[in-house]
Nanobody, 114 residues
Framework: QVRLVESGGGLVQAGGSLRLSCSPS????????MAWYRQAPGKQRELVAT?????FTNYADSVKGRFTISRAKNTVYLQMNSLKPEDTAVYLC??????????WGQGTQVTVSS
């Protein structure tokens, strides 16, 4: 069974940067879109950024101008700059194939200290 493996999380001071990456452990055919979500304690999961096969991107208003999603083959990245304490959350990647159910990663913790 294919899993999504995330890396790059950690502890950083406010104003700092982190780069997250997510790769599948095997082949996923016909990917439609890839995305990053985040979930903070006691809050609902929220969409952070998406990127389609055609390269179109979309961002949550709270991260526009600070985060950049990119993709290389089947790996998706999230470059996070000017981090704020409110960005603290577990970040999860998601892969949507054209056919079948989406794949979710286990998540990587990002903690931003003030």
């Amino acid at each position: 069974q294919v899993r999504l493996v995330e890396s790059g999380g950690g502890l950083v001071q406010a104003g700092g940067s982190l780069r997250l990456s997510c790769s599948p452990s095997g082949s996923i055919f016909s990917i439609s879109a890839m995305a990053w979500y985040r979930q903070a304690p006691g809050k609902q999961r929220e969409l952070v950024a998406t990127i389609t096969t055609g390269g179109f991107t979309n961002y949550a208003d709270s991260v526009k101008g600070r985060f950049t999603i990119s993709r290389a083959k089947n790996t998706v990245y999230l470059q996070m700059n000017s981090l704020k304490p409110e960005d603290t959350a577990v970040y999860l990647c998601k892969v949507d194939p054209y056919y079948g159910s989406p794949y979710w990663g286990q998540g990587t913790q990002v903690t931003v200290s003030s």
